[in-house]
Structure formats: C-alpha cells, structure tokens
C-alpha cells in the first residue's frame, strides 16, 4: 500500500525534476517555481493571520521543508528524489524571494498591479499543476518540450486569464451569480470546440500522450478521463482557486502594516532619515 502510494508520487512529480537552468552555483528546474509561488503564498498566510517576523518564520518553514525531504530519503520512503545542495540552497533562495515578492506587493500603490494579481497567480497555478500532471504530447514534435509543455501551457494560461477577466466584466453586467457563471460557462464551451476544431481538423495537431485516449464529443477532445473532467469542470476550478487566494491576499494586505519587523521599513527608515539629511 505504502509503496504504491510512493509509486504514485514519484510518477505523478517526475516531470517536476526538468531543469530549466543550472550553473556551479544555481540549479533550477519546475519544482523551483513552486518554491518562489510557496514563499508568496506562505507570507501572504503568515500577514493574513496577523503573525510577527515573517520572513524569519517564512526562513524556517523553507528549511523545515528541506530538511523533511531529506528525512523521507534517509529513511527510504523514496517519495522525492534526493536533491543536490545547491537545488536545495536555491530552493530556499527562491522561496524567501517569493515572499519579499509578497511584501514588496504590499508596498505597491498601484491598485491595479494588487487587484490583478490574484488572476495571474491562480491562472497560473491551475495551469501549471493540470498541464505538468497531465504530461501533454503532440503528433508535431515542435509543439513537445521536456518536463513541462509550454505550448500547452502557454495556451491554457493564455485562456484561464481570460476566463478569469471575462468572469468579472459579466459579473459587473449582470445582477445574479449563476446567470453570470452560466454565461460564462457557455462561453467556455463554444470556444473550447471552435479551438478544438481548428487545432485538429485544420491544423491536423493532435494530443498523443495517453494510449486509452477516448473522445468527449462529436470527435474532439481526445484525453483520458481525467482530461475530460478537467476540460469540463475547470472554470469552476479556476473561479474558486481565485475566490480563496483573492481573499486570502485582501485579507492579507488590509492587514500589512509597516512595522520595524518589516525589513523594507528598515529602508524607508533609511531613505527618509537620508532625505531630510539632505534637505537640511
């Protein structure tokens, strides 16, 4: 039971251990991306709940996570491959950028960069969780890229911003929320087969990675069923993944107060005290 479920891990994250880029002193593949998105979301948690020393907490959560990899492999779980330590010291690096990602988020005046970010970030997540996990191939080899593919990524992240910004301009038109989810999804549907269509009747491009690929309907949609889930559920999945991390980062910025436990305020401190020196 316990090695399928390891089994199952390890098969399902494979296409995270990519490398993107590496160098004597950096080593970054796909799980580093997670990492920076991890530190952002952990210090948008960490404000939200009111908790002092973020980056120091934000610090020891990075290196307690490191450090339980490491434990699963010394006692043989295998549930992670073991990593090189300049992967891990990069981890940790990317993790604590992401969260002064966040706090540097917090300062912004501009309202729109912090009404936006919630879409990007959850049309991101979504897309690249569903399009690594799925392992999307094509019959055109230029369309294929190791680990991760990026013209389906590309195109899903391309198509959940704008279900996400669609979503609200109906919002804003119309009174009731299943009305406007409704048309939403009607939407989603029409141009979800008028893409199909052109990718694989005109263009000739098919999705080849699952053997027991089946259509959804009328021929189009070729995938397993966790594909045919996806595709049909997935502007529900992506208006909750927004709803809970728009909260979750409003709730957090309401909260965000400069304080001498913010290491930005250490250099606006630093900037005023300078400029009134200056001044004088």
Not at 36 to 46: Q, R
Not at 233 to 255: M, Q
Request: a neutral charge; proline letters at 1%.
């Amino acid at each position: 039971m316990i090695k399928d479920f390891v089994f199952l891990i390890r098969e399902n994250t494979q296409w995270l251990y990519a490398i993107i880029y590496q160098n004597d002193l950096f080593f970054i593949d796909f799980w580093s991306i997670l990492h920076f998105v991890s530190g952002f979301l952990i210090s948008c948690i960490l404000i939200s709940f009111g908790t002092n020393r973020i980056l120091a907490k934000l610090i020891l959560l990075l290196i307690s996570y490191e450090l339980i990899e490491i434990s699963l492999y010394f006692y043989s779980l295998n549930i992670f491959k073991p990593e090189i330590l300049k992967d891990q010291i990069t981890d940790i690096l990317l993790g604590i950028l992401g969260g002064v990602s966040f706090l540097a988020l917090s300062l912004t005046s501009k309202k729109i960069i912090k009404e936006n970010i919630s879409q990007l970030l959850s049309a991101f997540l979504i897309t690249f969780i569903w399009v690594g996990f799925y392992g999307y191939k094509y019959n055109i080899e230029y369309f294929n890229t190791i680990g991760l593919n990026i013209w389906s990524f590309t195109l899903w992240f391309i198509a959940s911003t704008s279900i996400l910004i669609f979503y609200d301009f109906i919002d804003s038109k119309v009174s009731k929320k299943i009305l406007s989810i409704t048309i939403l999804y009607l939407v989603y549907l029409i141009s979800l087969f008028s893409l199909e269509i052109i990718g694989q009747e005109l263009l000739n491009i098919h999705e080849i990675s699952k053997r027991n690929a089946t259509p959804l309907i009328f021929n189009l949609i070729h995938g397993n069923i966790y594909l045919h889930i996806f595709y049909l559920s997935s502007p529900l999945i992506l208006l909750t993944t927004n709803f809970v991390i728009s909260s979750l980062i409003n709730k957090a910025l309401t909260k965000f107060e400069y304080s001498l436990d913010n290491p930005l305020l250490i250099f606006n401190d630093i900037y005023s005290k300078l400029k009134d020196i200056i001044s004088q």
